[in-house]
């Protein structure tokens, strides 16, 4: 939630991935799309993970990231752990 939270995301959800790490998939808001753009995944990673690092323990911040469209759902509309850890088994592009 407080990964929503931030202006620079749409959505967002966490999951904790086989090799104990955990990892935030997100959706970019428009303003987040844009500064996506000019730094990069890993720079726009980054910061958001310093904007998160007032609100939560370094423990409980996320390792990984993946930004997407949008979030990946099952058929009956569920967000399933399974589908969040797939984007990350996946090489990005």
Known sequence: QAL????????????????????????????GSEALARAGAFRFGRGLRGALASRLEPAVLPRRWRFVAALPESPLGKRRDSDLRALFDAVPA
């Open 4 to 31: 929503a939270d931030l202006p620079d995301v749409a959505a967002a959800a966490a999951v904790l991935l086989e090799d104990g790490r955990l990892a935030a998939v997100g959706v970019p808001s428009p303003s």
